[in-house]
């Protein structure tokens, strides 16, 4: 029998921790990874809080997502962790590692929190003579989101497809499952989020990429979706309402006016929607999906 694993990206903080909780108390999984940033002490305790009083080992990895060393460091560790020859196996992989660049947590590339926008020549230098665009702030998003996306998931394939080999060997059936979570208005189907041109310009191409991931994995037992969560209640908003001269708690009551619903997600919420999208039930024939989970917020 294949014991489950997940690997959660940033799993120790925001909606990934509500993400790594559900997951983890479902009792699906017999091993997790999570990974995190900079506060190792926060995920190490995270870590021990999980497994406490249970069978669930879990592993950490910290570092930039936007490094090759960091993506490195989380295949190592699976692979000395939760050994094939050991009986472990990969079924679930969420991307959920972000951040507002320079608000919410230091980055490798040292950029500060600016809101730079498309046309209105915020990108280009202040050189007057020489006015080139600088990618700095969007070539990170796009390696957050994008490139750091594709290189997780074709490397989760490669070991999905050793469990699902063994799983058949055994007469089982295997399924795996793979999530991204974006953001608002990162694909064409609704309105564009202002101010957001940097990090959704790294977010859309997981939201297409998955589509395609879909589509090539389908026969392997394997689903990719995207989540698009809305307002959501976690400790990323201290830093964004403290930028808007706000609190966390000001600014989220203020916008359950505009949610027709008229309350604030849970990261546990959005942690159940992953757990339905990559669990035994309906959830296994919904694939290259950008589902929104915003109280119809999207609507309005």
């Known amino acids: 029998m294949v014991k489950n694993v997940a690997i959660i ?13 559900v997951l983890a108390d479902s009792g699906r999984y017999d091993g997790i990874i999570v990974t995190f940033n900079k506060n190792a002490e926060a995920a190490e305790a995270y870590a ?4 406490n009083n249970s069978e669930l080992r879990v592993a950490t990895v910290g570092g930039d997502l936007t490094l090759v060393a960091t993506r490195d460091a989380i295949f190592d560790a699976y692979d000395l962790e939760f050994a094939a020859a050991d009986g472990w196996g990969l079924n679930c992989v969420v991307h959920n590692a972000g951040q507002y660049v320079g608000v919410t947590s230091p980055n490798a590339a040292n950029l500060d929190g600016a809101t730079l926008r ?26 957050l989101y994008g490139e750091a996306f ?10 999905m497809k050793g469990a699902r080999e063994r799983a058949l060997k055994d007469g089982a059936k295997y399924q795996g499952s793979i999530i991204g979570i974006s953001s608002p208005g990162c694909n064409a189907a609704f ?8 990090p959704g310009s790294g977010k859309c191409i997981m939201e297409y990429a998955s589509r395609q991931y879909a589509v090539n994995i389908a026969s392997l037992g394997i689903n990719c979706n995207v989540i698009v969560p809305g307002f959501t209640r976690s400790d990323a908003w201290d830093a964004v ?13 203020k916008m359950k006016t505009i949610i027709p619903c008229g309350e604030i997600a849970e990261a546990s919420d959005i942690g159940d929607l992953v757990a339905f999208l990559s669990g035994p039930g309906g959830g296994r024939f919904m694939t290259g999906l950008s589902l929104r989970c915003d109280g119809g917020r999207h609507l309005t």
């Open 9 to 21: 990206t940033g799993g120790a903080r925001g909606i990934r921790r509500g993400i790594t909780k």
């Open 48 to 51: 021990a809080e999980l497994q």
């Open 118 to 143: 498309f046309g209105d020549g915020s990108l280009l230098g202040n050189d007057d003579k020489d006015r080139r665009p600088d990618f700095s702030h969007m070539t990170y998003y796009q390696k």
């Open 150 to 159: 594709v290189d997780i998931c074709e490397r989760s394939i490669h070991r």
């Open 191 to 198: 309105r564009v989020t202002p101010g957001y041109d940097m």
């Open 241 to 253: 309402a403290e930028k808007m001269g706000s609190t966390a708690d000001a600014f989220l009551e």
